[in-house]
């Protein structure tokens, strides 16, 4: 999988790439992760990528050349057919993103160009011009869209085959079903007070995986009752990970 990030700070993204399942999928060639700067496609002596808004008002607006010229390079690469390739651009005014997407894109694609928006905002033509999905990752506004694609790179990564060390472990996670994550113990026995479910100390699996499947319904009607509305059927009721 290749991801091309349009963006006018790379830097931020260096954190992220050096650690963890992220960094591992990098060394073993799973993802290439590769940045495009639209300041690297100005032509004026200070290099601006923002200029005022037409009609006034406050804060400034992403100029559409050096992302227009910055996308076309990007396209240039032609890293993979049409079918095979997701351009995002990233806003809090797009479709939010969900669970099913990010599956979706693991498995049907192999070239995903994400362009961060940055500042106020950016010129209206960026939207219409460039022909991209507008995606959000949630109904809150960050600063800019560089947060928004380290999730995307990091949720679709982990659901390449053989990023994550378990097959079984994105499989079985929260959302996968339609719920949440099923409570998970690990030593000690008692801590703080607080003890492992007697269940889970039986040995018997059949009593195990049904616990699970309560305790996922229980904490999803708890915590996210949203869900079991639109959940859908015929998925497995099983839940990992949070
Ligand atoms: Cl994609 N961009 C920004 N700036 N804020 C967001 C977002 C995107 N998704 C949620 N909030």
Not at 61 to 82: G, K, R, T, W
Not at 188 to 216: C, Y
Request: with cysteine; aromatic share 8%.
């Amino acid at each position: 999988m290749i991801f091309d990030i349009v963006t006018l700070f790379p830097g931020m993204f260096e954190g992220i790439l050096r650690e963890s399942i992220l960094a591992r999928a990098i060394q073993a060639n799973r993802i290439t992760v590769r940045f495009t700067n639209p300041r690297d496609f100005t032509s004026d002596r200070h290099r601006s990528v923002d200029d005022k808004p037409y009609g006034g008002g406050p804060g400034m607006v992403l100029l559409p050349e050096p992302i227009f010229l910055a996308v076309d390079h990007v396209n240039s690469f032609a890293a993979a057919p049409p079918e095979r390739t997701r351009r995002l651009l990233l806003t809090p005014q797009g479709r939010r993103l969900r669970q099913v997407d990010l599956a979706d894109m693991a498995a049907g694609v192999d070239w995903v160009v994400l362009l961060c928006g940055h500042y106020e905002g950016f010129d209206e033509r960026i939207r219409i011009g460039l022909g991209f999905e507008q995606v959000s990752i949630g109904d809150y506004v960050l600063t800019g869209g560089e947060i928004p694609a380290m999730a995307i790179v990091d949720g679709v990564t982990r659901l390449l085959p053989g990023v994550l060390g378990n097959a079984e472990s994105a499989e079985h996670e929260s959302f996968a079903g339609g719920l949440l994550e099923f409570p998970q113990y690990t030593r000690p026995q008692t801590f703080r007070g607080m003890s492992v479910p007697e269940v889970l100390l039986s040995g018997n699996h059949e009593a195990i995986a049904s616990w699970r499947r309560q305790e996922a319904l229980k904490k999803t009607r708890e915590q996210r009752a949203d869900l079991l509305k639109t959940r859908n059927n015929g998925s497995q009721e099983g839940a990992a990970e949070s």
